[in-house]
């Protein structure tokens, strides 16, 4: 069956420290996206991609980049960790635009300490 | 597992009732509208959608109505069962921005047995 999957599920890492999140999925959506949570906001957009070597800023992009090579991964660079970035991140895809039926990872918990 | 229910508006309600859960939006010019479920544990899950030239749609035991005179989104789950507990997240997409989804805060449904 086609899935998404994110690694690693839990990540602690030091301020100032490069952190990669990686976002891997086999249903061969040209859309990908990353979203992070924190209780009080819901989920608010980061970085999205329509397809290879297409990026695009969200809402939170500062202090984070992405890069697609392929079409089926997505990984999120923290740049420079810092401890507002502690937040659990979610990495999503879908066929159509809007993202109808958007198909989420479980989820990585990043803590910056 | 990742959880966000802390600090969130709660809906509890019995076995075998109707839920409903309230959503307020902020853009008028919002054309899409998406609810999702999520589990403790686990990414947002698509329930059911509407656009804007619509005011009501029904799927299985799940029925989302639009008010765009106020702004209101609802998501109506008939026979509530200890399965549909989670939180439930509404999403605008405003016309023209694609993937950028814009998330309300949550709702937090617990069913009582």
């Known amino acids: 069956d086609a899935e998404i999957t994110q690694s690693p599920r839990h990540k602690i890492t030091e301020t100032g420290r490069q952190v990669t999140l990686a976002c891997h999925q086999t249903?061969?959506?040209?859309?990908m996206f990353w979203y992070r949570q924190d209780l009080g906001h819901g989920l608010r957009l980061i970085h999205y991609?329509?397809?290879?070597?297409?990026?695009n800023k969200g809402e939170v992009s500062d202090g984070y980049s992405v890069s697609r090579s392929n079409t089926e991964d997505l990984p999120l660079t923290l740049e420079s960790a810092a401890s507002s970035q502690t937040s659990v991140y979610f990495c999503?895809?879908?066929?159509?635009?809007?993202?109808?039926?958007?198909?989420f990872g479980q989820g990585t918990r990043l803590t910056v300490v | 597992g990742e959880s966000v229910g802390l600090h969130l508006p709660t809906l509890s309600v019995q076995e075998g009732d109707n839920s409903i859960i309230n959503c307020a939006y902020s853009n008028s010019a919002s054309d899409y509208f998406i609810w999702y479920k999520q589990e403790s544990g686990k990414g947002p899950q698509f329930i059911i959608d509407?656009?804007?030239?619509?005011d009501k749609r029904q799927g299985q035991r799940v029925t989302v109505l639009l008010n765009k005179t106020v702004k209101h989104l609802s998501l109506q789950i008939a026979a509530t069962q200890p399965g549909d507990s989670a939180v439930y997240f509404c999403?605008?997409?405003?016309?023209?921005?694609?993937?950028?989804?814009?998330f309300g805060k949550g709702t937090k449904l617990s069913v009582k047995p």
């Open positions: 999503a895809s879908s066929e159509s635009l809007p993202p109808r039926e958007a198909f």
């Open positions: 249903w061969n959506h040209n859309n």
């Open positions: 999403a605008e997409n405003m016309w023209g921005s694609q993937g950028n989804l814009i």
């Open positions: 991609s329509y397809g290879v070597q297409d990026t």
């Open positions: 509407i656009r804007s030239n619509m």
